[in-house]
């Protein structure tokens, strides 16, 4: 049974069969609304039902707690609806989304960026090239139907057009089924099978909002994509990178981020290291990375703040940001990099 799905403030109107989640029938049908990992983990999906009847499946309860279902709240990616429902979910935006594909992906190059962090360089197919967003991310679909997610390291405008080519940055998980194969026995020429783009983050363009960019780890790799987005587009509000690492070797590509900032005067970098070890030699920030932006900018109720990395940090930040500094929650825009290892974890 087929059931309308009207989503305010917008008016926009979509279809929910009974038996696929709203955020499923959503991207079907080019609704752009907000969403991260699509398992019920990170939180980013939440928005209000104001009216109507959803059945809700498994999700962590950080990212949607019994007192906030209580309260109405629900988790679009686990919600199948049994009656016409209403909800307000203020990032829809007109837009809409790109139309998701399935394609064979080449291997180019394997590059190892730190002891952990490899950049793989994917060519896709030179017909019928995949639209995105900067800030994006792409799943590799596994032979036994596994999926694993990757956020686009490039802006769509550095695309080739004759040779499409996307930039993953992949941290080793030790046992994981897809990056341990990235580290062991990938190589160029390979070929694999993608899914995208998918995600909601991406850079709001119709704010003129100074902008907070926090990254941990491998974070970083949407935050590169929106920082050449805003480069090309000539966006001059602005911004601040916070990136945060355990030890310095964990900012993989500092050295690119400085040539960003000669290159573009409205753009600061502020590294930020956790555990830093006397051979390090390390003399810059030190602590958590977003704590550091607390401790520059007590208020950020002007700001727009986009947060990506381990779920800790997006958490934390979120927690802090519109809690304690005054942040308005929909000027916080997140990808929450959930792993296997973390779902695990919650589930048991």
Same mark, same amino acid.
């Given at each position: 049974m087929s059931f309308q799905i009207t989503v305010e403030p917008s008016g926009r109107t979509f279809s929910a069969d009974s038996s696929e989640t709203l955020l499923a029938a959503g991207i079907r049908q080019g609704i752009g609304l907000p969403y991260g990992c699509k398992d019920g983990a990170c939180g980013s999906c939440k928005c209000k039902k104001i009216s109507?009847?959803?059945?809700h499946g498994e999700h962590q309860a950080k990212a949607l707690s019994a007192e906030e279902e209580a309260q109405g709240l629900i988790l679009t990616c686990c919600s199948k609806a049994q009656s016409d429902v209403v909800l307000e979910s203020r990032q829809v935006t007109e837009e809409g989304s790109f139309p998701i594909k399935k394609m064979p992906v080449r291997v180019v190059s394997l590059e190892k960026k730190s002891h952990d962090v490899m950049s793989v360089i994917m060519q896709l197919p030179a017909t019928d090239v995949m639209k995105f967003h900067a800030g994006q991310y792409v799943e590799f679909l596994l032979r036994d139907g596994a999926r694993r997610s990757y956020s686009m390291a490039n802006a769509p405008h550095t695309l080739d057009p004759a040779a499409p080519k996307v930039e993953?940055?992949?941290r080793h998980?030790?046992?994981?089924?897809?990056?341990? *194969?990235?580290?062991?026995?990938?190589?160029?020429?390979?070929?694999?099978?993608?899914?995208?783009?998918?995600?909601?983050f991406f850079l709001r363009e119709d704010s003129q909002a100074p902008i907070i960019l926090l990254a941990s780890g491998t974070g970083f790799a949407p935050i590169k994509a929106l920082i050449e987005h805003m480069q090309h587009k000539n966006i001059t509000r602005p911004a601040t990178l916070y990136w945060g690492g355990r030890r310095p070797s964990d900012l993989y590509m500092s050295d690119w981020v400085e040539a960003q900032v000669k290159a573009m005067p409205n753009l600061?970098?502020?590294?930020?290291?956790?555990?830093?070890?006397?051979?390090d030699a390390w003399t810059g920030r030190t602590g958590f990375v977003?704590?550091?932006?607390?401790?520059?900018?007590?208020?950020?109720?002007?700001?727009? *703040?986009y947060a990506c990395g381990a779920p800790i940090v997006v958490d934390s930040a979120r927690a802090d940001y519109v809690g304690k500094a005054g942040l308005p929650e929909e000027a916080f825009f997140a990808d929450s990099f959930t792993t296997e290892a973390d779902k695990a974890k919650e589930s048991n």
């Open positions: 109507g009847t959803v059945v993953l940055h992949i998980m030790p046992g994981g089924k897809f990056t341990d *194969v990235v580290f062991s026995t990938m190589k160029e020429k390979d070929i694999l099978r993608i899914e995208g783009p998918y995600g909601s600061t970098y502020v590294p930020v290291v956790s555990d830093a070890l006397p051979e977003h704590q550091a932006v607390l401790q520059d900018h007590a208020d950020l109720s002007g700001y727009q *703040v």
